[in-house]
């Protein structure tokens, strides 16, 4: 009765289906280590942003790379703005999702020792975004900042390439290790999202604080996963039912007509 699972279509569909249960608890395990992650890395922002800001200098230093527990960390740092090796960070989007750049600002602590500051966000010149936007200056003269602290930009993690033969004065990345070649200078690994002071115009438009309080569909869409895996052998099991009853069905049948007929049925 079971013979016909060792036909070419049927061997190719059980194949199939053993092929596509471990492939859906896979994908099931990797929604719910994104979920995990995003979980993690909620509590870390709220922890960071909860935090009382510290000196830039406790948790970087040349060469560093910042820790994932002070991501977001809010840190403070005395010194003076070098808008002369200032450079932009292209195709950056603000709140609108209007495209622009990140005005990348190296601040000259008091040891002389760069930290990495965005300034913000300002809007391009143009479409073809090769011309050095206009930049509203940032405060002269020795002052304190405030940012939140972030890593290094990477294009393994960001997924941006970091082009070369860019216009003048423009970059695709924010990494501390490039920005020290460039400037032939020390910098602090990793870089900070300005916080204050604030700007004196409408741009640089400071970067909003990130989102912490949701969690994305990850877990929804891990169970998804995993009611598919379990379906399909349900679905297999119900579609060697149906053949098998309408294999007999076409037996019945093929007795019933050779009784009618006289002749034998065929086997």
Do not use: C
């Not at 622009?100 to 965005?118: C, M, Q, W």
């Amino acid at each position: 009765m079971y013979r016909f699972l060792l036909s070419r279509q049927w061997v190719i569909l059980t194949f199939l289906a053993l092929v596509l249960i471990p492939t859906m608890v896979e994908l099931g395990f990797w929604q719910l280590h994104r979920h995990e992650r995003r979980v993690a890395l909620n509590q870390v922002i709220a922890n960071s942003l909860a935090a009382e800001p510290v000196p830039a200098r406790s948790l970087t230093s040349p060469g560093a790379k910042v820790e994932h527990e002070h991501l977001y960390r809010r840190v403070t740092a005395k010194g003076s703005f070098d808008t002369a090796d200032e450079v932009v960070v292209r195709r950056r989007t603000n709140a609108d999702d209007e495209v622009g750049y990140h005005v990348l600002t190296p601040f000259v602590l008091e040891d002389g020792r760069i930290l990495l500051v965005n300034r913000g966000w300002v809007p391009s010149d143009g479409p073809s975004q090769s011309a050095f936007p206009e930049i509203p200056p940032p405060p002269e003269g020795e002052i304190t900042v405030t940012g939140r602290l972030m890593q290094d930009q990477t294009t393994e993690d960001s997924g941006i390439k970091n082009l070369e033969g860019l216009p003048d004065r423009q970059i695709m990345l924010i990494n501390s290790e490039l920005e020290a070649e460039r400037l032939g200078r020390e910098v602090l690994g990793g870089y900070v999202d300005l916080t204050e002071p604030g700007p004196g115009g409408d741009t640089p438009q400071l970067i909003a604080e990130p989102v912490h309080d949701e969690i994305g569909p990850h877990m929804a869409y891990a169970v998804q996963w995993w009611l598919f895996a379990a379906g399909v052998p349900v679905g297999w099991v119900v579609l060697v039912r149906r053949e098998v009853r309408e294999r007999a069905e076409q037996a019945a049948a093929g007795t019933a007509d050779a009784a009618e007929t006289g002749q034998p049925a065929a086997v």
